[in-house]
């Protein structure tokens, strides 16, 4: 078992605030992203969890035991870091034997488990040689077997795929998800990258200026974002957004007019919003169809990028807003066309007055469980998962 | 496009032309050439040609070809070997002072405190002082037995005064280079140490490294080649130390200061044997020389890795 809690973490520098008020259950041999944009705190979060930063206030509990004040090789968690951090005098083997050199292991012994290592990360060629000779992808495969020689509790990932090339980094990512799943051991994970969240994360965690926006599986993110900011900040491109008059509230759904006049009703719950209240409407861009039959909208498109396999079209609707439509590989559409844009209230989101998102009447089957591969431990774990959307910083402590 | 590049047969620019182009290139660098040679060849080839001489000041008419045997006089004489070893204590006990504390200090000198910069200023301000006057300083104002700023605190502790260039000579020369000197080495080695990759430190803190093992395993590493560099720039100026010695102690007493460089100096502008110092001189240049293939040896195995 190996469990980490966040309760209440604050960090201050000088008077400047970076971390206000931190709280968080990882759960044992789950896979927890932290992400964010650039400044949001989540590294020196992470550096806090594995000693390397003072915690102004709170606590940090791993397996249930304070750990604030306990140094950082005794915290028994292993760290990667975005830079490897390779000591660049000492060969692979003795890069990754390091710290039992440190706590006094024999030579043999040492080797021995280097070389396990090895084997497991298909370093055995490379043991003599210095990480000057290696190239970017071996070093980060060595980085990470010196975490693993430790044979840590939790391992911690400080933006480690950030400095491979694109290919490399996707090869990265399916190892390192490899990786989780044969070690079965708790991971937290820095990124800003949200493709490596998603592929990767049990659960995100989404920062921003030192406050936790939402917590939550990959797809509970991208199906119920829990406020503007992760709506806009989960999912490539963009979530659109458009500013609408709330005209009617019902059971079954909340009714909005559009710049155009046009009405869609969105299965939400009927919460806080009120008829003739302003909201915003978001929609992201692979939800938007360019659909003659029965549009919502007309617009103008201002670029087209093609990918190929499929085609952004940036569209300037009525009101003045530009949406980005995702559309066919084989779309037609050219610069300066109007085209017919159709919004389907079913795959909207709503936000009130202050950006907070309007609970759905009904969660998208995939994000009631977790990443769909990894087996639920307990029944109480996927309690949770239901409960997470409606406290927003408060998380369901879990019976130790 | 490349592949046709790639695939057309490679012909050697003719030959004539590549010389023809050539021709201005040594022309420009020429002048530097030319300076290096009258700077370095000329002194030398000066210096080897008086070796082989008999040429005293006093008797200037008196000059022949005398073969060997000037070498032959300089190497049977005592003084030379007792002023090669003073020469080499001098170096190695300097070198290990300098780069010693001068390591210790660069890490002082990289952790925060109040007033570093200031700090940082007055341990470096010691190089700026040329070595004459430093080695009047030192004479005069702090190791005087009766003025010096020593003596007056020993004596002021009851403990009796010092007379440092009598009693400890070659000591006193070494305290002074070394003072001279340290900064240069804390200077190299502090920038060498601020170079080290934070997350290093921070990777060895994880694995359980203590402040002592972090200095060993981590920042002396890093340092190794710095150290290197330090080291040969260091001990091409050791073995030469003139100035501290003619201001202070003259060589003496009796011997006990008289290093390579000095013994030299007696040889030619005390004893006016021009014949004699150039011999002496070849053979610091042979010294230097062995010294310095080590040192570039060592210094450029660290280089390499």
Known sequence: ?400 | MTSSVATRPQQPPPARARSHRSIPARLLVAPSVILLVLWMVVPLAMAIWFAFQRYNLLIPDNREFVGFANFAYILTDPTLWISIGITMILVVSVLAITIGLGTVLAVLFNQEFPGRGVARVLAISPFFVMPTVSALIWKNMLMHPVNGLFAQITRGLGLGAIDWFADFPLLAIIIIVAWQWLPFSLLILLTAIQSLDTDQMEAARMDGASAMQLFRFVVLPHLNRAIAVVAMIETIFFLTIFAEIFVTTGGGPGLATTNLAYYIYLKALLEFDVGGASAGGLIAVVLANIVAIFLMRSVARNLDT
């Open chain 1, 1 to 400: 078992m190996s469990t980490v809690t966040l309760r209440d973490i604050h960090k201050t520098y000088i008077d400047n605030e970076i971390i206000k008020g931190v709280d968080l259950d990882i759960h044992d041999r789950e896979f927890v992203v932290f992400v964010g944009p650039s400044g949001c705190g989540k590294s020196t979060l992470l550096r806090m969890i594995a000693g390397l930063e003072d915690i102004t206030s709170g606590d940090l509990l791993v397996d249930g035991e304070r750990m604030n004040d306990v140094p950082p090789d005794q915290r028994g968690l292993a760290m990667v870091f975005q830079t490897y951090a390779l000591y660049p005098h000492m060969t692979v083997a003795e890069n990754m034997a390091f710290s039992l050199r440190l706590a006094g292991v024999s030579k043999e012994r040492r080797l021995e488990r280097a070389r396990d290592v090895a084997r497991i990360l298909q370093l055995e060629p490379l043991l003599d040689r210095k990480p000057g000779k290696l190239s970017g992808g071996q070093r980060q495969r060595v980085a990470i077997g010196r975490a693993l020689v430790r044979n840590p509790k939790v391992f911690l990932f400080d933006e480690p795929l950030s400095n491979l090339d694109a290919s490399l980094r996707v090869q990265m990512r399916i190892e390192l998800s490899g990786l989780h799943e044969s070690l079965q051991s708790t991971m937290i994970y820095v990124t800003h990258d949200q493709i490596e969240a998603m592929t990767l994360a049990d659960k995100i965690v989404v920062l921003q200026g030192g406050v936790v926006e939402q917590v939550g599986s990959p797809l509970e993110l991208y199906h119920h974002p829990r406020n503007l900011f992760v709506a806009g900040f989960i999912g490539s491109p963009k979530m659109n957004f458009l500013s609408v008059q709330t005209t009617g509230v019902q059971d079954s759904g909340t009714t909005v007019r559009l710049p155009g006049d046009a009405t869609i009703t969105i299965p939400v719950q009927p919460r806080t919003l009120m008829a003739g209240d302003r909201a915003t409407l978001g929609i992201r861009p692979e939800h938007l169809r360019i659909d003659a039959t029965n549009p919502t909208l007309m617009g103008e498109v201002l670029v087209v990028e093609r990918l190929g396999g499929e085609t952004y079209l940036y569209v300037k609707v009525a009101g003045g807003e530009t949406f980005i439509v995702q559309t066919d590989g084989n779309s037609r559409a050219k610069v300066r066309d109007r085209v017919p844009v159709t919004i389907e209230g079913s795959v909207c989101h709503l936000f009130d007055g202050e950006g907070q998102a309007i609970p759905k009447a009904e969660r998208h089957p995939l994000s009631l469980t977790r990443h769909p591969e990894v087996p639920l431990h307990t029944e109480a774990t996927l309690e949770q998962t239901y409960e997470q959307p409606t406290h927003l910083h408060e998380v369901p402590r879990q019976a130790e």
